[in-house]
């Protein structure tokens, strides 16, 4: 099947070659013209503009956020030029309405938009093992895709599952934010990391952020060497998106207002320090 992938970046390049080694026809594009070419090298085909994904069955995203989405989807024209019945796979960290409105969008089309957020890191997704949380009944072309990419679940109607994402984040986020604070106060009275790490691993403030403590200063690094700008990273922008969400549906969400404003310069700092200490070592 033709699939079409738009967003080479930390996620979306391991996605689309998996998709690759699983025998698609995969057409990639990225902003950057030389991540298209590394795809392509891998046996897809390069695009130059997003009308080049017009014959694609499914087209995949997993761009940086809700203005370059709308952009590659809706403003270039793409979502106009797709054949009846294809499908747009939405797997960026986006606002539940900008979902929502590109799958309104697409109805004027009989084109079907779902949000398809994912997580796992890299790895996974090289590997298709991602959680894939989806919005609406993808058709079986769509769903094929996403069992390719790994574990697709249905989340409920379009917009639920970029909501599921975010809760996720906030989830993901608060406790590496306690993680960060309790640490700092172990380790003035003493403990070092390591010894707080393999206590909390058997203990009931397990975490995914303690158990992969390191993550985040990789991924700062490969962001860094990317060119990203911290507004995009997740813990900031997804905290964010988080924030402005709740403001649409009149929900108080404190938590997540706090740490939108602490955890960028937080996890920044952190991965900061951790690369002038190897640079020492």
Sequence with gaps: MRVGFIGLGNIGMPMARHLVEAGHEVVGLDSDPARTRDLAGTGAVAAEA??????????????????????????????????????????????PPTAIRLAEAGQDHRVRVHDAPVSGGAARALSGELTLMVGGSPDEQAAGVLEALGTPVPTGPVGSAAAVK?????????????????????GHFGADEETVLDVLRTSTGASWSAENWGFFDDLAGTYDDAGVAVRYRPWSKDLWD????????????????????????????????????????
């Design 50 to 95: 997003p009308l080049d994904l017009r014959e694609c069955a499914v087209v995949c995203l997993a761009v940086p956020d809700d203005g370059t989405a709308d952009a590659v989807v809706r403003e270039s024209g793409l979502l106009a030029e797709l054949e009846a019945g294809s499908s747009v796979l939405l797997h960026s960290t986006l606002l």
């Design 166 to 186: 975010l809760a996720n984040q906030l989830s993901m986020l608060a406790a590496l934010g306690a993680l960060h604070e309790g640490l700092a106060i172990a």
């Design 242 to 281: 988080v924030v402005a969400t709740a403001r649409e549906a009149e929900l108080t969400v404190p938590i997540a207002a706090v740490l939108a404003q602490t955890m960028p310069e937080l996890v920044e700092g952190h991965a900061r320090a951790a690369r002038k200490g190897e640079e020492r070592s």
